[in-house]
């Protein structure tokens, strides 16, 4: 029995270049989210590469743009750190130097007054009560959230945390 996702449909170039276009349209795409979105639609080689450049010149793709979209959102939503963000982008396939524009693009003071909230209210959730495991339980989530050691011990300090 097959599942419901089909995996290798072959489309003419025609229909897979509107399967990509709606594919962009719908949400920001990196180039290597395309490639594969393609890749699965059976398109290979040049054929795959024009469809590529058909988008890229009708502003369909375009990663400065979606660098810049993830970065925010990521930020602005689910409150990650650049270290994070920074990740993510690397397995979406963007290039090192869109991506440094992406992560440096974020507020700095918005930046600090995010993880300072995060801080404060992870600080009031944790029941322990020895100050060094106290300190550790706060970096760690502070950390796995993606924020930067140094900014960290920085803003604990500040806000007497530790």
Excluded at 157 to 162: F, G, H, P, V
């Amino acid at each position: 029995m097959k599942s419901g996702k089909q995996e290798g449909i072959i489309l003419d170039k025609k229909q897979a270049l509107a399967k990509a276009e709606s594919f962009c349209v719908y949400q920001e795409r990196s180039q290597k989210e395309v490639r594969s979105k393609l890749l699965e639609l059976g398109m290979r080689g040049d054929e795959l590469e024009e469809i590529i450049t058909d988008l890229i010149l009708n502003n369909f793709l375009n990663e400065e743009r979606f660098a810049l979209n993830y970065a925010s959102g990521k930020f602005n939503i689910k409150h990650w750190g650049r270290v994070k963000i920074k990740q993510g982008l690397k397995l979406k396939g963007v290039p090192d130097k869109l991506l440094q524009k992406a992560i440096y693009s974020l507020d700095e003071d918005d930046y600090l007054l995010t993880l300072e909230k995060l801080a404060v209210k992870k600080a009031e959730s944790l029941s322990e009560n020895d100050p060094f495991k106290r300190k550790m339980k706060l970096m760690s989530y502070l950390q796995a959230k993606g924020f930067e050691t140094d900014l960290i011990l920085l803003v604990l300090k500040a806000s007497s945390l530790n």
